[in-house]
């Protein structure tokens, strides 16, 4: 199965994160998106993380040198190698069909 249906890089939609318009962009782009099995990852917490807690999906904050989080920007995930991705997709996976 296809874990990403696509990639978008907010540079090549016209709107930045956090801006709500890259996530309208994003979300008309994706046919029958469920933002409720949406996960988007990023390693900045006021664009990334912070865009997707305003579009009302899950985040992963990829933080590969353990930074300490100093902001009131709370990630749904946390991980420090991108490896630990398929523990988090299969936790949510089995959630979903339970």
């Known amino acids: ?5 696509d990639i978008f890089v907010s540079e090549d939609t016209g709107f930045q994160k956090p ?12 046919a ?7 996960l988007i990852i990023g390693d900045s917490l006021s664009a ?4 997707g807690q305003l579009a009302g999906i899950d985040t992963c904050w ?10 009131n920007i709370t990630p749904t995930y ?3 190698k991108l490896e630990e991705l398929y523990q988090i997709l299969e936790k949510e ?3 979903s069909i339970s």
Do not use: A
């Not at 199965?1 to 249906?5: G, I, R």
């Not at 801006?19 to 994706?30: A, E, L, N, S, W």
């Not at 029958?32 to 949406?38: A, H, L, P, S, W």
């Open 1 to 5: 199965y296809q874990l990403f249906k």
């Open 19 to 30: 801006m709500k318009g890259y996530f309208d962009y994003v979300f008309t782009r994706i």
């Open 32 to 38: 029958d998106i469920d933002v409720n099995q949406t």
């Open 48 to 51: 990334d993380i912070k865009g």
């Open 62 to 71: 990829f933080n590969p040198e353990s930074k300490p989080n100093n902001t």
């Open 78 to 80: 946390e991980i420090q």
């Open 93 to 95: 996976t089995k959630i």
